[in-house]
């Protein structure tokens, strides 16, 4: 006689067992009519599923994350079942619910195309009308291998065969014909699954993700609870294409990649006076702060990346060397050492604390390359790294001013919608709980008081201590994590750090870690997709170009460029021989803010034509005033 209690806290009885289905209609019909799977004692469950015993219930339909995971989840077995029935002899391996969707890996000789994802995506519809039903059967491991070999779904069998002999194992049938190894749960049947999903693309995956082993054909689908979400989605992938780095990159000359250093950026003249505008802006900023900055080396000694603890817990993602004389040394991926050893230098004081020290550090991190992705995942990059060495009393106030320089900084960049993450103590990590327990006190109370929205991400934290990751969204609502803040109460004891405490005695100082942006080449690649290419003027590597109408106009143009030159402003002169419509697309194209046009009227009246872009309006000011707007709108963000 199971006792039933609801999310609400409704209780119902039942003499016999009973399942979801009886339970929903129990319930309500509308709720009957709605339900996708229900959650059992914490566990999701199929609808199917009896319950025998007193239990929590709460029914889950697509208004829960939980429920479009679910059916996202059949979509792709659909999917995989459409597959299959199109081309006879293709083998499915797996198919997992993804952000945003879902993908499938197929064993084919023929790659899939275009044509084929419309057909794929038809079949699908039809299965979905069909409103095939769902069963769950039970197998056990040898008959299950056994079953898959004979049907030469060999990738399947050899699923089976990694999974654990105790370990039991579902068969979900979508109607007599096709089935699927799972754990579940899933619909009742496909006509739950709707019609708003889209095929998107196909790419090469590795089975298993061992380049050693078969290339398998990876299609990608988008699923939704209704046709608006969708089309809302399609849309921010379209405009995502638009504002693709890569391609704006390339449009406004700012960088390239090269196979001959796979995830190292080659940044050209323009990308670099970005990189730079940027370096100089978090600079003043910083000065502003209180930091002092350093540079430590590139090329250390194994030694110390082994008292460190990254040699034993991050040593995979490192880049050694030998030299002759037999010393191991690692292309350095973090600051932290580095800085630790210049603290080290010299006595410490309790009224030297809190100490800053920043440093825009190149650092290098081994990234399968399947996963670089232009300027947002790389192997080389440069950190806007600092260390704040204080007293476990500093933690809380100075982790608050740390976000606050954080949340201003994103400000002035055009990114006010921030949300923080906090992540605790890893499985892997060096110290003793201790000292862990203080860390995450510590940095749970700064984020409280900061009165931001956070999430926890339990097990998250790096290996020597809990940290903050600030998540901020773009122009077309994409989450970026950028921003870390991490406490550290392990690193400065393991390498040595200590001041004179009041008392006159060694204490080991604590160790903020914190990135404003992370990665400066990330970040870039984050600025440019928010503003489509069409950066503020202050931060453009190109902020105007000077263009003559004629060739008599050469003489006026060239000194106006001499006089924006000389005040800052980063600017060119365009002298071809074109006619001035075609140079205007070609600037607009590559993004610069200000195209300035002289002809003979201008020159008379010692004026400019200045057309914006983006604006198809022109205006004609006189050219001191040009030059001093210029001066005004260069100013860096610093308030």
Known sequence: MPN????????????????????????????????????????LKDLSFRIKKDSKVRIITSKDKEGLEVIRHDAAHIMAMAVQELYPGTQVTIGPVIENGFFYDFSRKDPFTEEDLVLIEKKMKEIIDRNVKTKKVVMKRKEAIEHFKKIGEKYKAEIIESIPETEELTIYHHGDS?????????????????????????????????????????????????????DDYLHKLEEAEKRDHRKLGKEMDLFHFREESPGAVFWHEKGWVLFQRLVEYMRMKQRLAGYKEINTPELLDKTLWEKSGHWEKFGEHMFTSETPDEKTFAVKPMNCPGCVQVFNQGLKSYRDLPLKLSEFGKVHRYEPSGA???????????????????????????????????????????????VLKYSDRPEKRVGDDSVWDKSEAALLSAIKKSKLEYTINKGEGAFYGPKIEFVLRDAIGRDWQCGTLQVDLNLPDRLGATFIDKDGTKKVPVMLHRALFGSLERFIGILIENYAGKLPFWLSPTQAVVCPIAEENNDYVKKLFEDLFKEGIQCEVDLRNQKINYKIREHSLAKVPVIIVCGKKEVADNTVTVRRLGSEKQETIKREDLIKNMLTANKLPLN
């Open 4 to 43: 039933i209690q609801l999310l609400d806290g409704k209780k119902i009885s039942f003499t016999n067992s009973i399942d979801g289905f009886e339970l929903t209609k129990k319930i309500s019909k509308s709720l009957e009519k709605v339900a996708l799977i229900m959650e059992v004692n914490g566990e």
């Open 372 to 418: 670089l992705h232009g300027l947002l995942r790389v192997r080389a990059f440069t950190q806007d790294d600092a260390h704040i060495f204080c007293t476990e009393d500093q933690i809380t106030q100075e982790s608050l001013t740390v976000t606050n320089l954080i949340l201003e900084i994103y400000k002035a960049l055009g990114f006010e919608n921030v």
């Open 178 to 230: 096709w089935h699927d190894l799972c754990r579940g749960p899933h619909l009742a049947s496909s006509g739950k699954i709707g019609k708003a999903f889209k095929l998107t693309k196909v790419s090469g995956a590795y089975w298993r993700g061992d380049s050693n082993n078969e290339m398998l054909q990876r299609i990608y689908g988008t699923c939704w609870t209704n046709k608006r979400e969708l």
